[in-house]
């Protein structure tokens, strides 16, 4: 199955939160945050604007980006939880340097 998503939309499969801290400590599940990273696998065509052009979108399919705690919706997709945003919604790309 494929998911397309419509006008300024992306969908990100979220990256798991580790699993231990820095100092050696492993956590429960219960005490892992929420992921706010992830990676960009499908976007839409962008918005459509009152002239009836698409503004281009700012992120491209393989791009990590970080996003807000509590934004978007969460789905499965062949077993696999994903996160159904819009573009405002992402607060930034993550550059490999």
């Not at 962008?46 to 009836?52: A, E, N, R, S, T």
């Amino acid at each position: 199955m494929k998911l397309r998503p419509l006008d300024n939309r992306v969908v990100v499969e979220p990256i798991e939160a580790q699993d231990k801290t820095a100092g050696g400590i492993y956590l429960p599940d219960t005490a892992k945050e929420k992921p706010q990273i992830g990676k960009v696998i499908a976007a839409g065509p962008g918005k459509l604007q009152d002239d009836g052009k698409r503004s281009p979108m700012s992120v491209d399919v393989g791009d990590q980006v970080i996003y807000g705690k509590y934004s978007g919706h969460e789905v499965e997709l062949e077993g696999k939880k994903v996160v159904i945003l819009r573009e405002t919604d992402l607060l930034g790309v993550v550059e490999k340097d």
